[in-house]
């Protein structure tokens, strides 16, 4: 779950960690009114959880509270990659000497947190990484020894800084580390840290994401924050028939059945799981097929719940048929899914020989699913049938009713 | 066209007048298709189609007191 | 051979009086498997399907060897049930428990390498050498598991379980058979990745290839590249990479907790060119598999 910038720096300043004077504004008066409280030079930053924010104009300059006005209103107008801003931040804008740039987060390889630090920070700190290695540093942390001071210093001492800026630097990334810790982040990221004219540090963009499935562990710090439970913090937001689609997967804690996408097709597709789904829908799409929705069953979910994500795929406007299929089944049952498909298709008040193009999924209990099947007069294919086979079938059935 | 109904589940009369079968009953059901009714014990039809075949109800009570019937044996 | 399991393998599984557990404990002990019993905390005595339940792991490992422990517990529970193990001596743990925040993943990974314990998962379907034994659902009843996972030469690794089933069910298929299969799991951090189980294949002489899933997210096959470019391994790597039409969809989120796009390394147009680059042939379809697999182990 990503967080805004002004949401990352309120976690930040908490800590101590040196911040620009800051208003965050809604309307375009309020960033008026911030910069008279400010006084001088103020930075206008979209808040958005794309990233790109410079490039695509979302950032901009006022030394005035007519311009800051003009500023704010330009951003607030602006969808970067799809979405809209939900504020304004107004930040004291100060004389950089220099910038850094600090980042803790999980090594997949090392299977540690690591400390990124580079003293060489700013918008190209990809291309720093790879042209001066020397100046960007990877300090990994343990997850059974406690977090220590040295280790910080190490981050930033390991670039060649020395002195007073050691020290403080040192501060800022210990903090950013303890909060990495402390909120189950993914993400901890301050860049750039600056060094004003006046030798003071302060962080001056912050990028933090937590873990989704840590988010109900950290509920008084997200209320805090203002940040309600069903924000959802997505690309965008979801669609009534995603909506629908986790309801369903909610109405009862047995296996899964949602993780519902929603495309604009005519091929309903019940599919699963995670692998099986993705493989499935790579099959559909390469045999030309054009597919009504994305979703995950798997898990041995109950009967009502497969029957509920059914009808709601077969009920979905434009949807012609639907193709039921899964890698072969270990733990979900054949036969349970046979009843929830054709419960959820004769609930919506379809024949399910007609509307379910094939049912492909073999595994445990299969001859009692096919037994089902064949009662039903459901075309289904046993193992022997592969999925790239079985998605090509599904799509040449539905090929041949457009036609015909 | 049959009516996505799958599994009916039959209680011999002799059931009713067992009240410790009948707790067994409840209790080994793992989709809680058993419940109290009338001093006895009935099926509850929103759950019959969650009967995952495991026997343990008839292992309970014999196959001659608890039948679980496929609707859809050819 | 094979490798993790053979046919000598004890194990128990923590949480074995839960739904699935109960479920996972009668299919292993019709599969054969050295199933020694199970820990729930409160439930020392009792038994499931003939097996003993204890209170805690060590209950089994004072009085008889354990050589592994499925943990099969709530995510809650679940890092203190690895921990527990970890701490009793247990050698090989697999977790098949989901939803683990990953902070205490890579905590019980720390504590496993500190013993040199090696953990499978989590948010895995488990592994199997076929015929011999298996730990974990993978599989399913003992019957379709037989009929999935025949004996054979080619190791499989997937971090999707339902398509470590799919891809051995296409060997078998095909009459080549399976010397081990693992699911290791689908997170950002898991106790062992494609590169860290090729060494055990390498030394396994019943193992003639490899076969492994891939998607979009993650080093993993950059990883596994990188050892095949270093090893000069003697084992011919096919791979199936599924997701492709994500490429075209940057930052939305599909399928396992690792998959999540997050720059184009991680497509599957980069992992394609990065694996056949370290001379892995990557498969369009899971039936190309077998006929791939086959004109490299010609080859050598």
């Known amino acids: 779950m990503r967080f805004f910038e002004f949401e990352a720096k309120q976690l930040l300043a908490r800590r101590g960690v040196p911040l620009p004077e800051s208003r965050i504004a809604r309307t375009a008066e309020e960033a008026a009114d911030a910069q008279r409280e400010l006084g001088g030079d103020v930075v206008l930053k979209s808040q958005v959880l794309s990233g790109g924010r410079m490039k695509a104009g979302g950032v901009r300059f006022a030394g005035s509270a007519d311009e800051a006005r003009g500023a704010a209103e330009a951003i607030l107008a602006l969808p970067i990659n799809g979405q809209h801003p939900q504020g304004v931040l107004v930040e004291r804008k100060g004389e950089i000497a220099q910038e850094y740039y600090a980042a803790v987060t999980w090594d997949g390889r090392a299977k540690r947190p690591v400390i990124v630090f580079s003293d060489m920070g700013g918008i190209d700190i990809e291309e720093v990484a790879e042209a001066h290695p020397d100046h960007l540093s990877r300090t990994h942390l343990s997850t059974l020894r406690p977090l220590s001071d040295y280790q910080a210093k190490l981050a930033v001492a390991r670039t060649g800084v020395t002195g007073g800026d050691l020290n403080r630097l040192a501060r800022i990334v210990l903090q950013l580390a303890r909060a990495f810790r402390e909120h189950d982040l993914t993400l901890a990221e301050i860049n750039p840290i600056g060094k004003l004219a006046d030798g003071s540090i302060l962080a001056l963009d912050a990028h933090m994401e937590m873990e989704a499935e840590a988010r109900g562990a950290h509920r008084a710090l997200l209320a805090e924050l203002g940040i309600p439970e069903h924000d959802t913090r997505q690309a965008r937001p979801p669609t009534p028939f995603e909506v629908a689609g986790a309801e369903v997967d909610a109405q009862d804690t047995r296996g899964v059945a949602g993780n519902v996408t929603e495309f604009s097709g005519s091929l309903g597709l019940v599919i699963g799981a995670g692998g099986g789904s993705l493989t499935l829908f790579d099959a559909v799409r390469s045999a030309g097929g054009d597919p009504a929705n994305y979703c995950e069953v798997g898990g041995n979910p109950s009967v009502r719940k497969t029957a509920a994500l059914t009808r709601l795929i077969v009920s979905k406007p434009g949807v012609e048929k639907i193709a039921v299929m899964m890698n072969v089944v270990s733990n979900t049952r054949v036969d349970i899914m046979a009843r929830g498909v054709i419960k959820g298709v004769i609930e919506a008040g379809f024949d399910p020989a007609d509307k379910i193009a094939i049912f492909r999924i073999p595994g445990s209990w299969e001859e009692e699913g096919f037994a089902i099947l064949r009662r039903y007069g459901v075309e289904y294919v046993d193992r022997s049938v592969s999925m790239h086979e079985a998605a090509r079938r599904a799509v040449a059935k539905l090929a041949g009713l457009d036609g015909g | 066209m049959p009516d996505g109904l799958f599994i009916r589940v039959d209680i011999a009369e002799s059931v009713q007048g067992d009240p410790e079968l009948v707790q067994r009953l409840i209790e080994v059901c793992p989709v809680d298709i058993f419940d109290r009714a009338e001093g006895g014990v009935a099926t509850v039809a929103e759950n019959l189609d969650e009967c995952t075949l495991c026997d343990l109800c008839i292992q309970a009570a014999g196959d001659d007191r608890v039948r679980v019937v496929k609707l859809y044996a050819e | ?300």
């Open chain 3, 1 to 300: 051979m094979s490798i993790l399991i053979d046919h000598e393998s004890t194990f128990i599984i923590q949480g074995i009086t839960g739904r699935e557990a109960v479920t996972m404990t009668r299919e292993l002990l019709d599969y054969g498997a050295k199933l020694l019993g199970g820990v729930t905390p409160g439930r020392r005595g009792r038994e499931v399907h003939g097996v003993p339940v204890e209170d805690t792991v060590r209950a089994f490992t004072e009085r008889t060897r354990v050589d592994g422990s499925i943990v099969v517990v709530p995510p809650a529970f679940a890092a203190d049930a690895v921990h527990e193990a970890v701490e009793a001596g247990v050698r090989l743990i697999v977790v098949v428990t989901e939803r683990i925040p990953r902070r205490q993943v890579a905590e019980f990974v720390e504590h496993a390498e500190q013993t040199g314990a090696r953990i499978i998962g989590p948010n895995c379907l488990g592994i199997i050498s076929p015929g011999k034994s298996r730990m974990g659902g993978i599989g399913g009843s003992a019957d379709a598991t037989h009929r999935a996972f025949h004996p054979g030469s080619v190791g499989v690794m997937s971090r999707s379980g339902g398509m470590t089933v799919e891809i051995a069910n296409a060997l078998s298929q095909a009459g080549l058979g399976i010397s081990t299969a693992c699911s290791i799991g689908g997170d950002a951090i898991i106790g062992s990745t494609y590169a860290e189980l090729m060494p055990l294949f390498e030394a396994d002489a019943e193992t003639q290839a490899i076969a492994i899933y891939s998607e979009p997210g993650g080093r993993a096959e950059a990883e596994l590249a990188e050892y095949m470019e270093a090893a000069s391994s003697r084992l011919p790597v096919v791979a199936f990479m599924a997701g492709r039409f994500m490429d075209a969809m940057p930052g939305m989120r599909f399928g396992h907790a690792g998959t999540i796009v997050e720059g184009r390394e991680d497509t599957t147009a980069e992992k394609i060119d990065r694996m056949q680059r370290a001379g892995i042939a990557v498969a369009e379809r899971i039936e190309h598999i077998p006929a791939l697999l086959r004109e490299r182990m010609g080859a050598r």
